[in-house]
């Protein structure tokens, strides 16, 4: 078969031959331990040429050079890393269209896991969240379609569609005994950034849950803390964070730190070697702060936890982070194809990696509630008057049932069970008592700020 194809790699050889003397003479005298000689190349490349025309020539079904080409780049950038990929016409074309458009999605976040398509996060009040998408899941299929090795714009692309279509995904889920089928309705994806929140019976805490960076959050919690006069300590709730833009996840904790590099990108050439620094204009260095994290916190969040952490400006409390740490740039080839490289990596201010790694906390709290009961003896004088004429009146078959819902303002919901009025912008007892890790980022921050007393 060999001979046969000799005179078929002929023209691919004579371009092979050029390509090869033109990278080859850009090499210095002394070459780096993993640069190719020239060689080396040009031994690459009359390889590929020649199983290229083989396959041309040999195989089943009829294929062309252009097509046999754009397979080869995708396995290629697939082979790369998880995130790297060639972008044909068609992907190229979707991605100019999600830039510059709304889109209809699901509201998740994924990302590659040791080979897994994994969910980050659902984004707060999308159709994933509200479906049951928990961080962790594995996509195992996407309607009828197996993600194992797919990438994962392949994987967006599927999930990506018009809003109000439906998706069916199959989900592995840890201590579940077997895949989860979950229908969601797809929607146009609006998130708001930053949910500021005041923890009841704590005056002094500011609870600011921040869903992903976008480009209003470092403008949002200003304004939260602006409003928020009496703030003796600060949760920053990351939790399910997937990430975003990086100028607003540093210049979240420029308003904390106020010298030092936050987080340093390195990559292969000079040009992405950067480093983003802390600024001492308007700088907090003395409200208690506890940044909670856990396995769908990612990327713009784990600089975040990560440098607070690094600079001992916060406790880290929750579960390890989920690891993605790199950068990618979109390189046109041509008018209409592209690729999607990783060029650098970030690093945290002690220069250790989060890709692969993520960032562990300082306090490993795992999910769950804590479960207590109310000593009735405990009831104060007027809690026990009112308890005890509702009962009063359960007796003589006076109370009156209202099953209809209060009007209320924008902030809070009512409870037709039991008329409970509920304000969404307090955390209640309750509430924490449910989150073992809220709970314990509470009990941290109390105990931060009685130790600022006196100092």
């Known amino acids: 078969m060999i001979q046969k194809s000799k005179k078929l790699i002929a023209a691919g050889l004579i371009s ?37 025309n083989l396959i041309e020539k040999e195989y089943v079904d ?17 082979n790369l890393d998880a995130h790297s990929t060639f972008m044909d016409t068609k992907s190229y074309k979707d991605l100019t269209v999600q830039t510059k458009g709304e889109f209809g999605g699901l509201g998740i976040s994924v990302g590659m896991k040791d080979g897994a398509l994994t969910v980050i996060a659902p984004l707060e009040g999308t159709p994933a969240m509200k479906a049951g998408v928990k961080a962790g899941d594995i996509i195992l299929k996407i309607d009828d379609k197996a993600t194992i090795g ?27 005994p077997k895949p989860l089928k979950i229908k969601i309705t797809r929607d146009i994806i609006k998130i708001d ?29 200003k304004k939260a803390i602006g409003e928020h006069n009496n703030t003796k300590g600060i949760i920053l709730d990351l939790r399910n964070n997937p990430g975003g833009l990086l100028d607003q996840a540093t210049g979240l ?30 700088t907090d260095t003395k409200t ?32 390890k982070t ?21 060029v650098a990596r970030y690093y945290l201010p002690s220069g250790r990696t989060i890709q692969n790694e993520g960032v562990t906390p300082d306090i490993i709290v795992h999910p769950g509630k804590i479960d207590y009961t109310d ?27 209202e099953t209809k819902s209060k009007s209320t303002d924008s902030n809070t919901t009512v409870s037709e069970e039991n008329n409970e009025t509920v304000n969404n912008k307090v955390i209640t007892e309750k509430i924490i008592y449910n989150d073992t890790q809220l709970k314990s980022a509470v009990d941290i921050l109390k105990a931060l700020i009685i130790t600022q007393k006196g100092k």
């Open 16 to 52: 092979t031959l050029a390509a090869a003397y033109l990278f080859g003479t850009s090499i210095q005298a002394k070459e780096s331990p993993k640069e190719s000689s020239a060689k080396e190349k040009l031994e690459a490349y009359i390889k590929f040429t020649q199983i290229l």
């Open 62 to 78: 009829d294929v062309n050079t252009t097509t046999l080409i754009d397979k080869a780049l995708k396995g290629l950038m697939t």
């Open 150 to 176: 797919m990438n994962i714009d392949e994987a967006v692309k599927l999930m990506r569609g018009k809003p109000g279509t439906d998706i069916m995904l199959t989900i592995v889920r840890k201590n579940e």
């Open 193 to 221: 950034s930053v949910y500021p929140k005041t923890i009841e019976g704590e005056d002094g805490i500011l609870y600011l849950h921040v869903a992903s960076f976008d480009q209003k959050v470092v403008e949002s919690v």
């Open 253 to 282: 904790v420029d308003m904390f730190v106020k010298k030092g590099v936050i987080v340093s990108q390195k990559g292969r050439t000079n040009y992405e070697n950067v480093e983003y620094k802390a600024h001492s204009e308007d």
């Open 288 to 319: 208690p702060i506890v940044t909670l994290v856990n396995g769908g916190s990612a990327s713009a969040s784990e600089i975040v936890s990560g440098a607070l952490q690094d600079f001992n400006r916060s406790v880290v409390v929750g579960e």
């Open 322 to 342: 989920f690891g993605k740490g790199s950068v990618q740039i979109v390189i046109p080839v041509g008018k209409e194809e592209a690729l999607k490289l990783t």
């Open 375 to 401: 000593d009735p003896i405990l009831l104060k004088e007027k809690d026990l008057k009112k308890h005890l004429e509702i009962e009063l009146e359960k007796v003589d078959g006076k109370l009156k049932k």
